[in-house]
């Protein structure tokens, strides 16, 4: 075997157990990279502590070559009984090169030497036993660490982590044979990422991190779990998938215990009785699909001075009575499904006069009503909108115009278009006549963008209106992928949007329309 070079080529091509059995039996020659200098080292494979003269000769090597990112592992869905790797590294010692390290499924003894480790900045524990003497002699040692993730360890005893260098922490709780607990003390934190999958959890009963300002919390449960008292200062949280209520357990002390908070999600969580939120400092609030289990109907009071933006996505059969005190309410996305009776609540925002910002997501059926309150909105800059439901050959778009000529100060349009039995729509649009539509001037819009079904006559007359409308338009991109908002930062791009999306026939009828200082962008 010609080194290294010829056990890659044909590594993909043997078991597991024979490469491991091969990578042991390799010579420091044939196993070490030639070169002058090693970034990184990554062993991505079934390993254990068979190969532990292997690994350390690599590792070795590696760091006198002057590596500074080290990933050991060592996969544990293997078909064949592999021992943990034992993972005890006297050599670190004066190594200052190393700012990454990241083990994976094994055992770190309890007499390692961390001194070696001065300058790291990173470490990734995964699938390792965790021991309070452990994490104290790491926290003591490692006295750079910025970035520290616990993701599927087994906590074996309580946990304090100490650390005056610590910016990010992230616990994905693994395996718990009960509750543990961890206190965490750094006095530079900026954000914790907490979730959990398990039963038991890892309770975090003392938070001192006074300069901490972000807090993601996912799990099923939080009574008696989170010290909201450790979390005065923060001013963005997120909270996904608690089945606990809500309000009870979350709202009530959240909002007076963190006096800071200016930007907070609710994700999937269970709303059980009427939700209350009152707060002065709040600016963005997002209440995802979050579902409501009882069989009457319920209230969502919001009041929050300076709040400006609001997302809200609720598909559930009991509809809530959204209250909204918040005069300084700018941006919102709104989804509260397709049907008809699913627009109670929108006069809710309609009254929102200020409002520069919109994304809704709606159903044709809704069209009729809905168009009489988007056109208040005189303050409008941006406006995105997203349409479903079954093809009706007496209705266009021209109520988009509409909408436009109502909204002087409108610069990026955005509609994507999601028809049922599109093949019906391309084949009764194609025989009939372009229709017109009252000509206007809009001096401010800049921007168009036209997805999902857009090969129909209808888009293709919307955008022909615009481009003769829109004296200033910079762009107007047409495309046959589903471009769409679902909230908290989430983009749907589905990319079989049209089944009869034609470049050349798009382009044949806009490309008149089109002035010199305009951009046609055709996807």
């Known amino acids: 075997m010609n080194g290294v070079k010829k056990l890659k080529s044909e590594s993909t091509e043997l078991p597991d157990c024979v490469i491991s059995h091969i990578f042991s039996m390799l010579s420091l020659k044939n196993l070490k990279y030639p070169g002058v200098i090693i970034r ?12 532990t003269y292997a690994i350390d000769r690599l590792i070795r090597k590696g760091l006198l070559k002057g590596a500074n990112r080290i990933e050991l592992l060592f996969a544990n869905a293997t078909h064949f ?53 452990i994490l104290q002699d ?26 005056s260098m610590l910016l990010h922490l992230n616990i994905n709780c693994g395996r718990i044979i009960t509750n543990r607990n961890i206190d965490i003390i750094a006095p530079k934190l900026l954000s914790i990422e ?73 994700k999937e969580c269970n709303i059980k009785c009427d939700m209350k939120i009152i707060s002065a400092k709040l600016c963005r609030l997002r209440i995802i699909d979050c579902p409501y289990k009882n069989h009457c109907s319920y209230k969502i009071d919001i009041d929050a001075l300076n709040l400006s933006s609001f997302e809200y996505t609720g598909h559930t059969f009991m509809r809530p009575i959204i209250s909204l005190k918040a005069p300084k309410l700018s941006k919102v996305f709104w989804d509260v499904g397709p049907r008809m009776e699913d627009i109670y609540n ?40 997203f349409l479903v439901g079954a093809y009706k050959p007496d209705m266009d778009y021209f109520w988009i115009l509409d909408i436009a000529m109502a909204s002087p100060h409108l610069k990026t349009l955005s ?26 001037i809009h001096n401010g819009l800049k921007y168009v963008e036209l997805h999902g079904c857009v090969c129909s006559i209808d888009v293709i007359e919307l955008a022909s209106h615009l481009l003769r409308s829109a004296t200033l338009l910079k762009q107007i991109t047409l495309s046959s992928c589903h471009n769409y908002y679902i909230g908290a930062g989430r983009w749907n791009m589905d990319s079989h949007g049209c089944c009869w999306f034609e470049r050349n026939v798009i382009h044949e009828h806009l490309k008149d329309e089109v002035n010199e200082h305009c951009q046609l962008i055709i996807l």
Not at 206 to 233: E, P, Q, T, W
Not at 419 to 440: A, D, W
């Open 194 to 266: 907490y979730s959990s999958d398990c039963f038991y959890h890892l309770r975090i009963v003392n938070i001192k991190a006074h300069m901490l300002s972000k807090f993601s919390y996912r799990s099923i449960n939080i009574f008696n779990i989170v010290d909201f008292s450790g979390l005065k200062n923060v001013t963005t949280i997120v909270f996904d998938g608690i089945r606990e209520c809500l309000q009870c357990h979350v709202i009530s002390h959240l909002f007076s215990k963190c006096l800071q908070l200016e930007d907070v999600t609710f």
């Open 40 to 51: 990184s080292i990554r062993v991505n494979f079934p390993l254990g502590v068979d190969h």
């Open 415 to 440: 509609l994507t278009i999601q028809n049922e039995h599109t093949e019906i729509s391309h084949m009764v649009e194609s025989q009939r006549q372009r229709r017109e539509y009252v000509r206007f």
């Open 81 to 133: 009984q592999i021992n943990q790797f034992r993972f005890v590294f006297p050599f670190l010692f004066g190594s200052n090169s190393l700012t990454y390290l990241h083990l994976q499924n094994c055992y770190i003894e309890a007499t390692m030497d961390f001194s070696g480790l001065k300058n790291l900045r990173t470490l990734v524990l995964h699938q390792v036993p965790v021991k309070q003497n």
């Open 138 to 163: 790491l926290c003591l040692n490692c006295i750079h660490l910025e970035n520290f993730t616990l993701n599927e360890c087994t906590f074996i005893s309580h946990l304090r982590i100490t650390s």
């Open 346 to 385: 929108f006069d809710t925002i309609a009254r929102l006069h200020l409002l520069q910002d919109l994304t809704m997501n709606m159903g044709r059926s809704q069209i009729s009503e809905l168009r009489k309150d988007l056109v208040r909105f005189q303050h409008l800059r941006q406006l995105k909108l």
